[in-house]
């Protein structure tokens, strides 16, 4: 046989059933907002704002990113070192041809003062 | 448990970043829950919404502490309990807050009945401001028993006997009020 249960003092569920409901008052909401001096899309006062998770994961992939090129930048210039002799060369080459260039006449007057110098020398000497 | 992918988790996470819609979804939501357990345990309208005021004010800076391991809901009745006990504890002479607040109980509602009400009131008054918070989230708000286990950090064992002898109690008050009325009758 089904235990039946203890009877409750009457108008017990109905004590709490019907109970009244309090409804906060409109003006509660305005009051705790002006205290926090909160506005739409701004931060309340006293508080860290944190950035949205898609800007913080936009963050993240942005600092991958330059890290990963970081690395392939560092890993990429011991054979741009490697290739600069390679470099200084060509710019000798460049310049001798820059040489060929030069007046053969100037070169010979450069020549000729060189000559009167030796001259003035030895007269020096004589006297 | 909080539902992470439901508007409650989407709420507390703008309440983190200081947005004024999570805060807003939350006060929604639990705010005239709230205020009747702050208004049962109190006695008072006028401290219940102060006490519910004050709540909110915080929230945002103590949102940090809620883990998620219970609902938003079993956290804030928690927080509201112990604010609305910190507040009688504050008060000086605490019988007689509560027993002047009997007068002003209830704010007469639209379509309740005014002596249910009283009556509702009067009875919880005899019980005191813990006992009075649990039976009414139990009764009240249908709060199950394991939800009040996390709110009040009472085992199953000790909740079910301060129930049994809170609603013994007010069952007593009912019946001596029912004599008094037949008599008066």
Known sequence: MKKQKPERAPGY??????????????????????????????????????????????????????????????????????????ASASAMAESAE??????????????????VDMEAEEAEEVL | MVNWFGPEKQSIEQLREGRLEGLQWIYRTYSQRVLNQCFRILLSREQAEDVLQDLFVKLPSIISEFRGESALGTWLYRVAHNMCLNRLQQSRNRNKLEWENIEILSPRGMGTSVELSDLLAKALAV???????????????????????????????????KLSRARDRVKAYLEKEANYEKAKA
């Open chain 1, 13 to 86: 569920g109905r004590l709490f059933q019907e109970a009244e409901r309090l409804e906060p008052t409109p003006q509660l909401w305005e009051r705790i907002a002006e205290r926090l001096e909160l506005r739409p899309g701004r931060a309340a006062a006293g508080m860290v704002s944190w950035p949205s998770p898609f800007l913080r994961l936009a963050a993240s992939v942005v600092l991958a990113v330059g890290l990963l090129g970081l690395g392939i930048f560092l890993k990429a210039k011991p054979k741009q070192v490697a290739a600069s002799p390679a």
């Open chain 1, 98 to 115: 820059q040489l060929d260039l030069v007046d053969p006449d100037l070169l010979g007057w450069h020549a000729d003062l060189g000559e």
């Open chain 2, 127 to 161: 019980l005191d401001p813990e006992t009075r918070s649990l039976l009414w989230l139990k009764e009240g708000e249908g709060v199950p028993l394991k939800e009040l286990m996390d709110i009040f950090g009472l085992p199953e064992g000790t909740l079910k006997s």
